[in-house]
């Protein structure tokens, strides 16, 4: 059996429950501990969907009711999780002096500094590997240090110059397991390209602590912006985590600050899909005003085109690339991008770049 | 001239230990030193003692109230647990008052 990849994913109710909890929702979890197959589905479901925090701590609450076994098992698993993010919290908490030698402007993004800032409790929220924005201009610098330790690109740079100017980043693996990815902006593709970082690294950061060791996040909305960019142009469909995060980051005040922070770069429909995606599949009780927003939100041509190169049938890191050339300004940048691309096809013509 | 015996080191959490807790305990970290190590029971309730810095019997006493254990037996699991998480850089001795 197929399912078209437009269609939200079959998930069970439990599952979305697991995810839920703690909001607001109107998923329900039970009040018996469930029957050992449904237990299965739902600890491999936890891990795929990255939620050993939220499924932790509906036990912990009391809110899922388990056996002794299983209670064992959700320990089991949020354990493990909780060990992959200390190692990636101990890799952030000894590259930051580096970063500031090297004179980056940076920022931690997505799980360590949503586990830090928007949770009561960082152990709520799993996550496997270490985000950072970097400033265009030392990327560079940034991934070669990480190379001097050890490290492998998953994706090589296809021209010299290209990661400052026009790629996403890179992830690389480095040789105690942990992977870092060094940002430049905040997705592939023409809305990556779309969006300006310097935005975000100009807004007034939000700090937290780490071994001892204070780190800036981005600061609320642009980590509202950028949990809506991982949710609607990340992995197709997105992890349920991603979404909670969406739902997590909405403002309690109600306020509507990020609309005007989305039209600063280009990203109404893509928060608009986030939002819309997040709060269906995960049930919020009350509509949040900004979900109110993204369900009025009708996108342009142009923003139809450039999703559909992420999402659905249409999904293709090609029709990404080429799409990029409609998001750079002038056409010396257009050209260059081109030229960039051009050598990629030549040098790797059965890897498509990945901007 | 005032004399006496020094003072007792005190038990402290090593700064800068990364921890999260866990359904069962406490999981914790000091950079760069993987791999993690889960603290449950007293293990657990040890490192929740060691919030606030004490000296090792202060550290005993303390759990002995929480467990209810034979003096000789926790005293000497309480010993061999500080050795360890000494020699993981997760807890220092330290003659700082």
Not at chain 1, 81 to 94: G, Q
Not at chain 1, 140 to 158: C, K, Q, T, Y
Not at chain 2, 49 to 61: G, N
Request: hydrophobic share 45%; proline share 8%.
């Amino acid at each position: 059996m197929t399912r078209p990849v437009d269609q939200p994913p079959a998930r069970e109710p439990l599952t979305l429950a697991v995810a839920a909890h703690g909001l607001p929702s109107r998923h329900n979890l039970p009040t018996e501990p469930v029957e050992p197959a449904a237990w299965s589905r739902l600890v491999r479901a936890v891990v795929e969907e990255r939620l050993e925090g939220h499924l932790a701590r509906a036990v912990a609450d009391g809110a899922l009711a388990v056996s002794d076994e299983q209670h064992a098992a959700a320990a089991a698993v949020h354990r493990s999780a909780m060990a992959t993010v200390l190692l990636c919290e101990s890799r952030l908490v000894t590259l930051a002096p580096a970063l500031d030698a090297l004179g980056a402007t940076w920022r931690v993004l997505k799980g360590s500094a949503v586990a830090h800032l928007d949770h009561a409790d960082p152990a709520d929220r799993a996550y496997g590997d270490l985000d950072l924005l970097v400033d265009g201009p030392r990327i560079s610098a940034v991934i070669a240090h990480l190379l001097d330790l050890g490290g492998r690109r998953a994706f090589n740079e296809p021209r010299p110059g290209f990661d400052e100017r026009f790629g996403k980043g890179a992830a690389v693996h480095l040789p105690d397991g942990s992977e870092v990815d060094v940002h430049r902006t905040l997705a592939l593709g023409p809305f990556g390209v779309r969006l300006d970082p310097e935005l975000l690294l100009a807004a007034a950061p939000a700090s937290f602590v780490v071994g001892g060791r204070t780190v800036a996040g981005l600061d609320q909305p642009w980590r509202l912006l950028h949990a809506c960019y991982h949710a609607a142009l990340g992995r197709h469909p997105a992890r349920l985590s991603a979404q909670r995060d969406v739902l997590q980051l909405l403002p309690s005040d109600g306020s509507l600050d990020l609309v005007d922070a989305v039209a600063s770069c280009g990203g109404r429909a893509v928060v608009a899909a986030a939002l819309v995606e997040a709060a269906d599949a995960l049930r919020p009780e009350r509509p949040h005003p900004l979900v109110t927003w993204a369900r009025h939100v009708e996108p342009t041509m142009r923003e139809r085109r450039w999703l559909s190169a992420y999402r659905g049938p249409r999904r293709s890191s090609r029709r990404r690339t080429v799409l990029v050339l409609e998001a750079l300004p002038g056409t010396a940048a257009r050209m260059s991008y081109a030229r960039a691309v051009a050598d990629s096809a030549r040098q790797r013509p059965d890897r498509p770049l990945r901007p | 001239m005032a004399s006496g015996a020094a003072p007792a080191p005190r038990l402290a959490r090593a700064p800068g230990v990364l921890e999260r807790s866990l359904l069962d305990g406490v999981l914790v970290l000091t950079p760069p030193r993987p791999p993690a190590l889960a603290l449950t029971g007293s293990g657990a309730a040890l490192w929740d003692v060691l919030r606030t810095p004490c000296d090792e019997d202060e550290l005993i006493e303390d759990l002995r109230e929480r467990f209810d254990d034979p003096h000789d037996t926790l005293a000497a699991d309480v010993r061999a647990t500080v050795v360890e998480l000494v020699a993981h850089g997760l807890v220092v001795r330290t003659t700082d008052r």
